[in-house]
């Protein structure tokens, strides 16, 4: 009788539904941190883990003490800051476009940008290198091509190992590839917009411009705000596989992030027990910078992320 009754109750039927959902993230997300034991140890691949020599907080404090690797830390995290920091100043970009996107009238023609735009996110970074490679390479590239046939240049420029403008070009990239995936939630916020404030201002003579700006913009904002200390909560995780794909020795001191830092040191250089340990403290900055975001939002919003 007792489960009968428990069963009834909405609280618990709603803690059946995202059980499952606990299971999974608990089984690959808070399961796998058992491998932060690795930091503790001088790990030898293919010797049991217990067996290797047991150094504490050695590769933690490695990170300050030995100054090649503070100097690759330092280099990392600013390569990592500059490309998150560029990520969002442009963050307004799919709110402007989903705005953009929904005062397009013909809906087929809406819907076809809308799926163009959206098809890039569906496709791997080695295919987005792929594509760059056949516009960007020195010799056979598209752009060379065209501008060696049009008399501005003499030879190919090897767009592609330039270490200049690497931070500005890997934006151009992910923007292009998330644009339009980015832009689905806001096309999803302004479907929850009362039609009748559009209906109103009408009435009363507001232009498309006025709409936008009194009702469009302000319906989207706590959607972007929501977002927008979501990305600087986790500033410090932007990702490897871009950068992983498109790296070379040419531009390696500018791509390399703090992701890709600790693959290299870990699956490139066996370095494994050092490469958990960053792991680890990039691990505690990012859920510092997510108490931070959500003290701001505390602040600024009245209103906090969790």
């Known amino acids: 009788m007792k489960s009968k009754a428990l069963l009834k109750q909405p609280g618990f039927r709603l803690f059946l539904m995202i059980l499952p959902l606990l299971v999974i993230v608990f089984l690959f997300s808070y399961l796998p941190l058992q491998g932060w034991i690795y930091a503790l140890y001088n790990y030898k691949p293919g010797r049991p883990l217990f ?8 590769n933690f404090t490695r990170m300050f003490v030995d100054k090649y690797s503070t100097q690759d830390i330092v280099r990392v995290m600013r390569n990592t800051f500059a490309m998150s920091f560029l990520g969002i ?3 307004p970009l799919p709110l402007i476009f989903a ?5 397009i009238r013909w809906v087929r023609f809406r819907k076809t940008i809308q799926t163009v735009t959206t098809i890039p996110n569906f496709l791997s970074w080695v295919l987005v290198y792929s594509i760059a490679y056949a516009m960007f390479s020195v010799n056979d590239g598209f752009v060379n091509r065209a501008l060696m046939r049009l008399g501005l240049i003499d030879e190919g420029i090897n767009f592609l190992a330039s270490s200049s403008h690497v931070w500005l070009t890997m934006l151009g990239y992910g923007i292009w590839k998330g644009l339009g995936w980015s832009a689905i939630i806001y096309m999803a916020a302004l479907s929850s917009i009362d039609q009748e404030q559009y209906e109103a201002a009408e009435v009363d003579g ?3 411009l006025q709409r936008i700006r009194y009702i469009t913009v302000p319906g989207l904002m706590p959607t972007f705000f929501v977002l927008l200390l979501l990305s600087i909560a986790n500033l410090i995780n932007n990702g490897m596989e871009q950068y992983y794909v498109f790296q070379n020795a040419m531009n390696k001191d500018y791509i390399e992030v ?22 680890i403290l990039k691990s505690f900055v990012s859920i510092t910078l997510l108490f ?7 602040l600024i919003r009245g209103d906090s992320i969790f």
Request: hydrophobic content about 40%.
């Open 51 to 58: 067996s290797c020599e047991y150094v504490g907080l050695r």
């Open 206 to 208: 507001a232009s498309r």
């Open 89 to 91: 100043l442009t963050s």
């Open 258 to 279: 703090l992701d890709l830092y600790v693959y290299n040191q870990g699956m490139v250089g066996f370095n494994y027990s050092f490469a958990t340990a960053v792991s």
């Open 292 to 298: 931070v975001a959500n003290s701001a939002s505390k």
């Open 99 to 103: 705005v953009l996107l929904s005062e």
